[in-house]
């Protein structure tokens, strides 16, 4: 009996992250037709593209494609070397908007009057900017100084895991339904996912549990860093792997203090796929931009990883607190989340 149930449990996680991932893959579909919108936008200069692709990013919900769309008009000339990799980097920005929405689902229908699960998606939205600003400067003046001058990476065509699995379906489903239709289908698919991990796994929160018992290992920032640099290499897609911080922290398989490194390491291996993309698209910059970018990430990861961890996450912790401590806090929070990206792309 064991056994049988050990499996039924497992065959509703698989089906839980297949309704998970089959969501934001929805979502993403449902928001994408104001892409060409933005994009005829007259965006110029390395701010404007920081803001341009943060903007983007947030409202398309993922990252990925924004990174890539600015590769492809960096091939057509349209973007400088500098403004793709500013693009890039502003993706990165409000690629983790994706983890504040599903928090804000999650806390909506649990009916939390604290929001935990939305504490998530602004953890992963002020550590994105704490370590991404920084090392865009740093890579903006290692691009100025012909850093990785004439990297290349050859390839076919390549396209991720959930590309290949996801693509017919979310495919079918777009051409059959209007967009809006498809965002609200990706809405109720979240919402049954969550229902489904509600279902399986068990209340950490309470102590019981076999992964509590693993503590002491698990919870180590480090290897919460490589767990999060693994998950986003696999799904390749940063989207993906914080969102699933949203219900494992909500039932406590993740503590709020682990949250931080795990965001680490997924902001670095996020550029697995867009490494692929530059290798499509034909510009001699492209893999290198990317590159840079990743390094200057690296750079600025691993010594706060390594060395102060902690106060890092008091840090965080200290705003997402202050964010998600009322309605109105979070409303600002929202607000200023867009209005600077805006006020970049007006500069």
Known sequence: MKLAE???????VVFALFLF???????????GGIVPILRGLDVSGIPGSVGFGWLMACIVLSGSPVAAISLTLLASRTLTTPEAFAMIGGSRLGASFVVLVIGL???LRSRRTEKRSAYIGVAALVSTAIVYVPAMAVGLVALDHGAYAGLRIEGRELASFVAAVYGPITGAVAAALPRFVVFVAGVLCLLGAFKVFDGVLPDLQKGDGPVSLAGSVIYRPWVMFLIGAGVTSLTMSVSVSLSLLVPLAAKGYVRRENVCPYILGANITTFIDTLFAGALVGHPDAVRIVAILMSSVTLFSLPIVFLVPHLFERTVDRVARLATGSTRSLVVFVVVLFLVPALLIAW
């Open 21 to 31: 991932i089959l969501a934001l893959e929805l979502l993403k579909k449902g928001a």
């Open 105 to 107: 689902l999650d806390d």
């Open 6 to 12: 050990a499996l039924r449990r497992l065959g509703l």
